[in-house]
């Protein structure tokens, strides 16, 4: 390493184009020799053009800093010896280079021939579980100063403070975990095998020590698993039943305050611990509701020394009750607290076949640098949960190919038994005091055969309001083509050398002599599906968009419900002549594949690690092929009652987002027997109750069956001082005019909005094709050209990245559909208007909405007012609960759909909602509120 001369750069430009008219404006070389900076090199350079708007915003580079600087070819002769034997290194690496070498070519001189090394490439390798690798937000967790961000000196700075980290990380690596980083090194984009083999070859002059958590296994470095065992004391801690008690536990926690409905919240949960009645509590925003359940399940845990299970929605919501809420838990009680997390199968890796991969080297870009994330993350990660570590979209293909998938057992798996991840985190759990999983995995923990979670009797479920939604979709079944195609290829022909072939040269190394015939047969047919198939989804493409091309304005996503009507209509009978083709070939196939694997079985105990995973690998497949058969037979032949059967997908890529899927009508009966029946439970959310009545989430979830308990505790904020709603009166109702006038009144009024609440703007939308419009009809407009516009599916970026962009800027504004009605938390200042176009009630054209309308009608009930109307309930109060986060909140509720105050349904909505001042306004007296008020 002390041969190495590193020259970290950083060039702003004029643009993008280095072969067109962009140039560099300014430009900084730190030189690193030794692992020292041993000096900076920066200049302005006078790009001879003038400098775009947004470039001087982003940079802060005017017309008037360059005017007067060097052209780059003057300075070309002191940035050449810098260059000289050096390794370029840039973040994002190929974009510097190709401005350095198209101004070099301008300047007459020759192009930079040495190598180069792309600090975002090397990033990805050395923290794999970082979130982002944009410069500004990686030096932030770094700690690193980065005063400047977007001038070249500071950039170019940090970046190689940056470098000398990564360095020194690679340095730390043990050597075997070096040596397979430098094999798979040389597929990459950018010179970091030259880096990783100086380090390899400075360490091989002294004597490695591995670090005290790290271990070497069958050539792969792993850090140590530990099992925390659950400490029982030996007299159980008693529950803090009064305030004092209470009051005491908090007594050594700076900053930390128990609000009265929090107290209240735990004494209830506790008490239905205590009695195992059923409880369903609705705990309003600001309550502090995780810890006030959290609190009394940690103590019954220590009382009936087994673990309290906690369901939520999603994963990131796990990984938040254990990194936040858990932590905060720990620092009240005076004992330790074990809790764990638990997630589904296919969320662990399955290190054996990993290990197998590593043999490969035919990889892409994607999956060898996949490889190299994973080896230096597997001497991080004490779980083997994918959701650790940042994968590209081609990396996830290659997480595909690793992670864990089954039970079965083989010399190569039985190998890796004691590393296992996902045994590990069983082990784990079966020691917690407090089990996280979600809704999904508990449901199917429920239907199991072999279930996990039989011994602990207690159950929270938070976010209880989408439990029954979760049950059902893990109750539905679905076809898609890219399954499909994922499918048939891993078995493939005999030409494409997948496991039909591996398992035919099986055959014939250990069974009787193989019979040609038979074997061009069984290829026929593999051919033949895998024809069949694509011919299928064309017809089931053409059959979609024929009968759902009416749909009105550019609406990309659909769907269409499969009734016996729709099961009369043109092409439905060439779908069921495919389906037919499809399950007889699937049906003939896999006879053949059991008996082809029943022949081999017979040697099995003759056979290598490697072979015995080809008839694993087998194994697993026919057990696919057989749910898909039945699934296909299920959803075009034989429906169930009281199952709603339709298809999805986007005109604009129906390949990969078209499936046919099934919902059953309800859960109920399942969770009443497999859970309310079996264990005693806690629904939980904060927002379970429409106009006070739990009557809704009651019949939903089956709880209405059971003796339980129901309680509101309203959120402590103060909604009548800090929140305002205003319904514009002069903005046309959308039943009584055309769409774009619509939407155009709508933006004009928005734009308006913006302007006066200074952006920090949430607009929330029923419609994806209604917000893409107005989005784009306001960016169009040239009015808001100092505002950010983020908008969910348009903009590029996840749900978290979308929010944390937003309140970046501020003056920005937020257009969100669905997902973003709930679960985002935008506090303080940052949020201070929200807008709701329309009341979220489901589109009654929508497939389930239409069915479950259809089932109430036969039940002579008033499908509006028992379904429809409490659905779009719910979902309001989660919209309204985006608003205010925290007490010192203050904001405006703009509600642009006047059925709200017209329709007598209206005041079901407002009932429901905390009771704040609600004033009909025009546009004008709209911004004089927001002025006066924010």
């Known amino acids: 390493m002390k041969d190495f001369k590193f020259v970290v750069t950083d060039f702003e430009t004029t643009g993008h184009a280095s072969k067109g008219n962009d140039r560099i404006i300014q430009a900084s070389f730190v030189v690193i020799e030794n692992k020292q900076i041993t000096g900076q090199y920066t200049s302005f350079f006078n790009p001879e053009m003038p400098i775009p708007v947004f470039i001087e915003e982003l940079t802060g580079i005017s017309d008037d800093l360059v005017k007067d600087a060097p052209f780059f070819y003057e300075a070309a002769k002191d940035i050449l010896p810098l260059l000289e034997g050096a390794v370029f290194v840039a973040h994002n690496v190929a974009f510097d280079l190709q401005f350095l070498q198209s101004e070099l070519e301008r300047a007459g001189y020759s192009a930079f021939s040495g190598p180069a090394i792309d600090t975002v490439e090397l990033a990805r390798i050395v923290w794999p579980t970082s979130d982002s690798y944009k410069l500004g937000e990686l030096t932030s967790n770094l700690g690193l100063h980065h005063d400047r961000p977007h001038q070249a000196d500071s950039d170019a700075y940090v970046t190689a ?126 309550t502090g509701k995780s810890l006030g359940y959290l609190l009394p399940a940690v103590y019954q845990s220590k009382q009936e020394k087994e673990p309290v ?42 290190l054996y076949k990993f290990s197998q991969s590593l043999k490969g080297m035919s990889d892409n870009y994607d999956f060898t640098l996949a490889k190299m994330q994973i080896l230096t993350w597997l001497l991080e990660t004490e779980t083997g949960d994918v959701d650790e570590i940042n994968l590209s979209s081609g990396g996830e293909l290659f997480w595909n ?37 979600n809704h999904s995995l508990l449901v199917a923990d429920l239907m199991a055969k072999n279930a996990f979670f039989p011994a602990c009797r207690n159950v929270i479920i938070d976010e209880a309001h989408h439990f029954e939604r979760a049950a059902r979709d893990r109750l539905g079944l679905a076809i898609d083509q890219l399954t499909c195609k994922q499918l048939f290829s891993k078995i493939g022909t005999y030409e494409q050398k997948e496991l039909f072939y591996q398992i035919e040269k099986l055959f014939s190394k250990y069974g009787k002599l193989e019979k040609e015939d038979e074997r061009l047969s069984v290829n026929r047919r593999l051919q033949e599906l895998q024809f069949e198939s694509d011919e299928w989804f064309k017809v089931l493409q053409m059959y979609f968009e024929q009968h759902t091309k009416k749909r009105s304005g550019n609406w990309h996503r659909r769907q269409l419900r499969i009734t016996d009507e729709t099961r009369n209509l043109r092409y439905w009978d060439h779908i069921e002549y495919g389906a037919e083709r499809i399950d007889s070939l699937l049906g003939n196939l896999i006879t053949w594949m059991k008996r082809r694997l029943g022949e081999l079985d017979e040697f099995r105990e003759q056979m290598s690690a490697s072979e015995q995973v080809k008839t694993d690998s087998f194994k697993e497949v026919i057990a696919e092929w057989e749910e898909l058969q039945l699934t296909l037979l299920r959803l075009i032949f034989r429906p ?113 909005v913006a302007e006066a609440a200074k952006g920090r703007m949430l607009v929330l939308f029923t419609s994806f094709d209604m917000m893409k419009r107005t989005y784009d009809l306001m960016k169009d407009s040239g009015l808001l050209d100092d505002f950010i516009l983020l908008a969910q599916g348009i903009t590029s970026g996840s749900r978290t990245r979308l929010t944390r962009n937003f309140q970046r800027f501020d003056k920005a504004i937020l257009f969100g559909t669905n997902s973003f009605w709930e679960g985002i938390d935008i506090p303080g200042e940052d949020l201070s208007c929200l807008i709701i176009v329309r009341l979220p009630f489901s589109p009654p054209d929508e497939p389930f909405t239409q069915a479950k309308n259809e089932q109430l009608a036969q039940l002579r009930k008033n499908a509006f007012s028992a379904y429809s109307l409490p659905q779009a309930v719910l979902r309001f109060r989660q919209g309204f609960g985006r608003l205010i986060r925290s007490s010192t909140d203050r904001g405006v509720i703009i509600v642009f759909d006047r059925r709200i105050q017209t329709n007598a349904y209206g005041k079901t909505f407002l009932q429901s909602i905390p009771a704040i001042p609600v004033e009909e306004a025009s546009l004008g007296e709209t911004i004089s509120i927001i002025e006066k008020w924010l």
């Open 309 to 350: 299970i906690v369901s939520t929605y999603t994963v990131i919501l796990q990984q938040q009750l254990l990194q936040k809420e858990i932590y905060q838990l720990q620092q009240l009680v005076p004992f330790p607290i074990r809790a764990t997390v638990l997630k589904g199968r296919n969320h662990y890796i399955d």
């Open 161 to 286: 403070e940056m470098l000398l980290m990564m360095i020194e990380k690679l340095e730390s690596l043990p050597m075997v975990t070096l040596e397979k980083l430098e094999k798979l090194s040389i597929r990459l984009k950018s010179d970091i095998y030259l880096l990783i083999k100086a380090i390899i070859q400075d360490k091989q002059s002294n004597i490695e020590q591995l670090p005290e958590q790290t271990e070497v296994y069958r050539g792969l470095a792993l850090r140590k698993k530990r099992i925390e065992q659950r400490i029982i004391e030996k007299t159980p801690p008693a529950y803090p039943e009064t305030v004092e008690e209470k009051a005491a536990l908090i007594a050594g926690v700076p900053h930390f305050e128990l609000r009265e409905s929090q107290m209240d919240m735990m004494d209830l949960v506790h008490r239905s611990l205590q009695t195992s009645q059923h409880l369903a509590v609705e705990a309003g925003t600001g």
């Open 640 to 752: 169930e009652e009281n199952e709603v059967i339709w298809m999805e997908g986007d005109s604009r890529s129906f390949a990969n987002t078209f499936v046919i899927k099934s919902h059953p009508m309800e859960a109920a009966k399942m969770i009443q027997d497999t859970l309310l029946q079996q264990k005693h439970v806690v629904f939980t959310s904060a927002t379970l109750a429409v106009n006070g009545s739990f009557r809704f989430f009651a019949e939903e979830t089956g709880l209405s069956a059971f003796d339980h308990k129901e309680v509101i505790l309203p959120s402590p904020f103060d909604f009548k001082q800090n929140c305002r709603m205003i319904i514009p009166n002069d903005v046309p109702e959308v039943k009584n005019v055309h769409q774009e006038e619509y939407i155009e009144s709508l933006a004009n009024h928005l734009t308006a």
């Open 401 to 437: 190919e690793i992670r864990q998938d089954s039970d079965y057992m083989n010399k190569g798996r039985k190998a890796w038994l004691d590393k296992d991840f996902y045994l590990h985190a069983k082990k784990q759990a079966r020691e917690a005091d407090i089990i996280i999983t």
